[in-house]
């Protein structure tokens, strides 16, 4: 099945400090992912859509110089937590659909998180 | 945008019994619904999916149906073991490129 691996699993860091989060597809290409966020008890939020080769999409409210994202391959997105303190600490999950199922009617498949705390 | 609401936020039934979570959605457009399993710290794994093509779809002990006039859909879940206490989370495919947005989540704990 289609795999999603996502590093760190864990990270604390200091605040003003910044933190990368890896997501790759291990056996499958994804010209899309996309990153979600979840705050303990809730649900999953999504933050942006990541665009291989070309600009990230952010949903409403969420910084995009903040939190930039690069998708420099089929296989690799990367989410940065810029300049992070103690409210961006949380759950933070990537996803991304397979390029060879059909568009907009397959399943996300997930990464295992990464859980930050920002001290 | 599309909008996801899910009821009920916990549910507790006894060993053995059925549990039933409901979900609407605000995007007509909307063609694909699938439900979330997620464990505590884990992350979300598929349990089914529904596409606006069908009415009702079972695997074994769970089944989804989806009323599209109503945009509505809901998840079933018989026979119930402890197994299946997890929180569960529906979601829909608006029309807009191909993001999922999820619903608010069902805490669903089985009794013994």
């Known amino acids: 099945g289609a795999v999603v691996s996502q590093h760190p699993s864990r990270v604390i860091c200091k605040s003003g400090t910044s933190v990368k989060i890896e997501c790759r597809s291990l056996d499958f290409q994804a010209t899309t992912m996309f990153w979600y966020r979840q705050f303990p008890k809730k649900s999953l939020m999504l933050m942006a859509t990541?665009?291989?080769?070309?600009?990230?999409?952010?949903e409403q409210g969420v910084e995009k110089d903040k939190f930039l994202i690069n998708h420099a391959s089929l296989t690799l997105s990367t989410l940065t937590v810029t300049s992070a303190h103690p409210e961006d600490s949380s759950f933070y999950i990537c996803?991304?659909?397979?390029?060879?199922?059909?568009?907009?009617?397959?399943?996300?498949?997930f990464g295992n998180g990464t859980r930050l705390t920002v001290t | 945008g599309e909008n996801v609401e899910q009821h009920p936020s916990t549910l507790s039934v006894q060993e053995g019994d059925s549990a039933v979570i409901k979900c609407t959605y605000s995007d007509s457009a909307s063609n694909y619904f699938p439900w979330y399993k997620q464990e505590l710290g884990k992350r979300p794994q598929l349990i089914i999916d529904i596409r606006s093509n069908v009415g009702e779809k079972k695997d074994q002990r769970i089944a989804v149906t989806l009323n599209k006039t109503a945009k509505h859909f809901s998840l079933h879940i018989t026979e119930t073991q402890p197994e299946d206490s997890a929180v569960y989370f529906c979601?829909?495919?608006?029309?807009?490129?191909?993001?999922?947005?999820f619903g608010s989540g069902t805490r669903l704990s089985i009794r013994p």
């Open positions: 996803s991304a659909r397979d390029n060879g199922a059909s568009w907009g009617n397959s399943p996300l498949h």
């Open positions: 979601a829909a495919s608006g029309s807009s490129a191909s993001k999922i947005i």
């Open positions: 990541s665009n291989e080769g070309s600009k990230a999409t952010y």
